[in-house]
């Protein structure tokens, strides 16, 4: 069993104290991308309140992590999203309609999770994500 890690790709978001967890983890073939969120380097809220800006920054973060990993969005299989719970539902279907933007056809399967608040005042949005590396297995 061969385990790979990335802690944090260059210029990506870091959380504002030191803190010991990977943003992505590989076990053989199998990608595990944690939560993204809109933070800058310093751990600092990106377009607070705005959940479609967010949606793309964190779409980008994930798409980083699993690079890093080998991997890529055509190899995701599954995809949670968390958000902030009191945004419109117009805020919503953008989110979601920009975050379909990055899966090929027919896409990973997914779930949304409306949640009261995130880890920062401002954030609207938490994406995570799984993969298998070499495909996806729905074709």
Same mark, same amino acid.
């Given at each position: 069993?061969? &385990?790979?890690?990335?802690?944090?790709?260059?210029?990506?978001?870091?959380?504002? &104290?030191? #803190?010991?967890?990977?943003?992505?983890?590989?076990? /053989?073939? #199998?990608?595990?991308?944690? @939560?993204?969120?809109?933070?800058?380097?310093?751990? $600092?809220?990106?377009?607070?309140?705005?959940?479609?800006?967010?949606? $793309? &920054? =964190?779409? /980008?973060?994930? @798409?980083?992590?699993?690079?890093?990993?080998?991997?890529?969005?055509?190899?995701?299989?599954?995809?949670?999203?968390?958000?902030?719970?009191?945004?419109?539902?117009? /805020?919503?279907?953008?989110?979601?309609?920009?975050?379909?933007?990055?899966?090929?056809?027919? @896409?990973?399967?997914?779930?949304? &999770?409306?949640?009261?608040? #995130?880890?920062?005042?401002? #954030?609207?949005?938490?994406?995570?994500?799984?993969?298998?590396?070499?495909?996806?297995? =729905?074709?």
């Amino acid at each position: 069993m061969e &385990i790979s890690r990335c802690h944090r790709p260059a210029g990506h978001w870091d959380w504002p &104290i030191p #803190l010991p967890y990977s943003m992505g983890v590989k076990l /053989d073939g #199998l990608v595990m991308v944690g @939560g993204q969120v809109a933070l800058d380097e310093e751990g $600092r809220v990106l377009h607070p309140g705005d959940i479609a800006a967010q949606a $793309r &920054i =964190c779409m /980008d973060y994930l @798409g980083r992590v699993l690079t890093s990993l080998g991997a890529a969005f055509q190899d995701v299989i599954k995809v949670n999203t968390f958000y902030v719970g009191h945004g419109t539902q117009e /805020d919503w279907e953008e989110a979601a309609r920009i975050r379909a933007e990055y899966f090929p056809e027919p @896409g990973p399967i997914a779930t949304g &999770i409306p949640v009261p608040a #995130l880890a920062y005042e401002g #954030l609207m949005i938490e994406i995570e994500a799984v993969a298998v590396n070499g495909g996806a297995a =729905c074709q």
